[in-house]
């Protein structure tokens, strides 16, 4: 079984930082992509940052030259450093992976329990 399993949410205020890890455990073959999604009440939960395994790297426009994506393959662990936030980025923070448990079996599409990110004006 496969978890993801994320932590470094929190309060902060307008123009702080934040470090969001999500780690993979269990039966783990292969990690495609891996990235972050957000959810604010009432809107639909939308893509943050992508890293594939090969290292490219996708952001939403609303993020880009704030957020950083990064992943550390051999703990099977992705970041999001958060720098210059602000209150719209107050959200549930989602991490994602596409993973296979063996050499033959699917892609299988995870995601983490969620960690609230909330800024304050």
Avoid at 11 to 21: I, M
Avoid at 26 to 34: P, S
Avoid at 87 to 111: F, K, M, Q, V
Wanted: aromatic content about 10%.
């Amino acid at each position: 079984q496969v978890q993801l399993v994320e932590s470094g949410g929190g309060l902060v205020q307008d123009g702080g930082s934040l470090r969001l890890s999500c780690a993979a455990t269990g039966k783990i073959f292969r990690i495609n992509d891996m990235g972050w999604y957000r959810q604010a009440p009432g809107n639909q939960r939308e893509l943050v940052a992508v890293k594939t395994s090969g290292g490219t790297t996708n952001y939403a426009d609303s993020v880009k030259g704030r957020f950083t994506i990064s992943r550390d393959n051999a703990k099977n662990t992705v970041y999001l450093q958060m720098n210059s936030l602000k209150p719209e980025d107050t959200a549930a923070y989602y991490c994602n992976a596409h993973i296979t448990s063996g050499p033959w079996t699917r892609l299988y599409d995870y995601w983490g329990q969620g960690t609230q990110v909330t800024v304050s004006s």
